[in-house]
T-cell receptor, first 113, second 116 residues
């Protein structure tokens, strides 16, 4: 089992719809969870982080964390073509030590006109 | 615009060349990282420096040699690379190595390296 798993996609949604991106992790002791957005050929850009169970909202983005089920998700409301990118879930694993981020393989999102 | 600056943006080098990648941040961060990213793959951690000391080496081949001259600068010296080392090399920084959510990583724009 991979430490951090994401569906590679592509996930296609129409403009204006809600995009739902999911991520599961193996280390039950993980405490910190991050979502990065990466445009093709560019570097990852931090979108949100979450550490408490429940929802955290920032503009059109909502991160959801369920530690009991070991999943974290990212909702993007009113999806725009500019949201088309690869979304990387990253987890600081308890066994990793320090700020050692473990990334999922990323989900490619395509927002279609 | 990123606050972590990497140079050069692109680099083409032969297998016998010696070159260096440079990274600079002026955010007062005390942890700096090198990641390697192949196409359609997630970033993979190579090295971590904390307070200018090497804290993590993820079993990286010796043809990659990191250096942290001061708290703002991080270099990656390259020698005798192989074509399979061609990738996007990302530098990142964070306030500390152990800060968790209080210390998210911020990435530079990367250096696209091609080894011929």
């Amino acid at each position: 089992q991979k430490e951090v798993e994401q569906n590679s996609g592509p996930l296609s949604v129409p403009e204006g719809a809600i995009a739902s991106l999911n991520c599961t992790y193996s280390d039950r002791g993980s405490q910190s969870f991050f979502w990065y957005r990466q445009y093709s050929g560019k570097s990852p850009e931090l979108i949100m982080f979450i550490y408490s169970n429940g929802d955290k909202e920032d503009g059109r983005f909502t991160a959801q964390l369920n530690k009991a089920s070991q999943y974290v998700s990212l909702l993007i409301r009113d999806s725009q073509p500019s949201d088309s990118a690869t979304y990387l879930c990253a987890v600081i694993l308890l066994t990793g030590g320090g700020n050692k981020l473990t990334f999922g393989t990323g989900t490619q999102l395509k927002v279609e006109l | 615009d990123t606050e972590v600056t990497q140079t050069p943006k692109h680099l083409v080098m032969g297998m016998t060349n010696k070159k260096s990648l440079k990274c600079e941040q002026h955010m007062g961060h005390r942890a700096m990282y090198w990641y390697k990213q192949k196409a359609k793959k997630p970033p993979e951690l190579m090295f971590v420096y904390s307070y200018e000391k090497l804290s993590i080496n993820e079993s990286v081949p010796s043809r990659f040699s990191p250096e942290c001259p001061n708290s703002s600068l991080l270099n990656l010296h390259l020698h005798a690379l192989q074509p399979e080392d061609s990738a996007l090399y990302l530098c990142a920084s964070s306030p500390s190595w152990t800060g968790g959510l209080n210390s998210p990583l911020h990435f530079g724009n990367g250096t696209r390296l091609t080894v011929t």
